[in-house]
């Protein structure tokens, strides 16, 4: 009696878990990767416990023990940190490295689904060093502890521990997305630096916020982690085939084909300038509803955080200062010329440099970077408004006298180019079937520069004039001189 073929493992977790298991297995028997884990898991530590110490006794010496009480948290996420980058290589290496070992076709061959086989090599990269980033932040608080005594309260530690897994599991998405995309390891290192720069760029941020000891915003950051993992995640599944990974030959870049398939998406079917308009404001503007709607509660979120900060941080605003503000904003206009051509071009180029700027950040973090970078501005106004009020001042007065003139142009660009970028981030998230990460890409990007040109151009050219010459007068107008 012949045997049933076997068939998939039944459940998503179970067949991911096999090719987890093989993986894991075959990287506890290379000493290339377990040398490094077990080198920045338990000397690493003991450099860091000394660094501590030897900080620490040298802030006693100044009387300043809250750089002290700063300093362990922030060696903890760097103790937790470096063993985790080790996650990045080996995801690099989880697809194109296979390629490469010409042990590709095989494991494609496994009736596994796609599904199992992305998840399994994900989780593979993922548990070593997050288990050795475990490890090693143990062993720092079991040297801190014999050393000066100092124990890491539960709630800093909970949550050191889950920033070290949020940034492991985005570090991991986004390695084997790369990975599963490229056919060597030296293509899919190239691509590393899109992850490492933002992670690295992140710490950075992260330990700034722990210096200040905010670590009510590291929740913040955690839950952003999260939901980009998660992104990525959900890219990576979509993206990865079997059969395209194994007719997939080599990485060769067509400008032609990029030049061409931009050209074809930016002019969206029309010949001339007149039927472009008329494709952007039928066609385009409907596709961003739902990325401006996010954008504006974005903008709205901004303006609240920014009226509660007032109190927190208050200006010294007195009546006299109130009173002579219209007059010096028109003194200082005059004076640095802004109140010219040459003044319209400078805030313009400006304007214009923030959003590039926002677009830029933008590609790189699904659009976030960009809300982020467009909603300072409107917290700024709402920090002012809150300020006025708190001084006993009319806030909506000055914020028409010396916002509203331009800003009824500067928002809504804001939020344009805001929806774009969002749309243009999101683009790999959900493709159309039949469609390549890379023509998807070019589509939103044409998108983008359709509603930049278009529309976000000329809102900011008029928004430039109002700033020059109508905002100073009608401030001066609205609030005595």
Known sequence: MQAAPLGPP???????????????RDQLRDWRILVPIIALT?????????????????????????????????????????????????????????????????????????SQLYLGKMIASLLPP??????????????????????????????ILILTTAQAVVMVSGAVVISSQTTSV???????????????????????IMFWG?????????????????????????????????????????????????????????????????????RTLPALKPTAALMALALTAAVIVGVRLAPEYPLPLDGEL?????????????????????????????????????????????????????????AIVGYLAGSLALAGQNAPLYILGLVVPHGTLEVPAALLAGAAVLRLGLAGVSLPRGTSLGEAWLTSLAEWARVFVGLVVPLLFAAALLEV??????????LGG
């Open 322 to 378: 109130l009173e002579s503000m219209p007059q010096t904003l028109v003194a200082q206009f005059e004076h640095f010329g802004l109140m010219s051509v040459g003044g319209w071009w400078w805030i313009l180029r400006t304007n214009l440099s923030a959003v590039a700027l926002a677009t830029v950040l933008g590609m790189f973090s699904f659009g976030v970077a960009a809300v982020i970078l467009l909603m300072a501005p409107v």
């Open 10 to 24: 039944r459940g998503l977790l179970p067949g991911a878990w096999i090719i987890a298991h093989r993986e894991i």
């Open 214 to 282: 905010r670590y009510t915003v590291l929740w913040f950051i955690v839950v952003a982690l999260l939901l980009v993992a998660a992104v990525l995640t959900r890219v990576g599944l979509h993206l990865f085939n079997r059969q395209e990974l194994l007719a997939r030959e080599i990485d060769v870049l067509d400008l032609r084909w990029l030049a061409r398939t931009l050209w074809r998406a930016f002019r969206d079917g029309a010949r001339t300038p007149r039927e472009g308009y008329a494709g952007v404001i039928r």
């Open 130 to 159: 997050l288990g050795a980033a475990y490890l090693g932040i143990g062993v720092y608080l079991f040297g801190l502890w014999r050393s000066i005594g100092w124990t890491a309260p539960a709630p800093l530690l909970a949550q």
């Open 469 to 478: 010459f109508v905002t100073p007068r009608v401030a001066v107008l609205l």
């Open 186 to 208: 030296r293509a899919a290192n190239l691509l590393a630096s899109f992850i490492i720069v933002p992670v690295s760029q992140l710490i950075i941020g992260e330990s700034l």
């Open 42 to 114: 338990l000397f690493f530590p003991g450099l860091m416990n000394f660094t501590a110490r030897q900080a620490m006794d040298f802030v006693a010496e100044y009387d300043a023990p809250i750089i002290a009480e700063r300093l362990g948290p922030f060696l903890l996420m760097v103790i937790g940190f470096f063993p985790i980058s080790i996650s990045l290589v080996i995801a690099l290496e989880s697809f194109a490295g296979e390629r490469e070992r010409l042990s590709l076709e095989p494991l494609l061959a496994t009736p596994l689904s796609d």
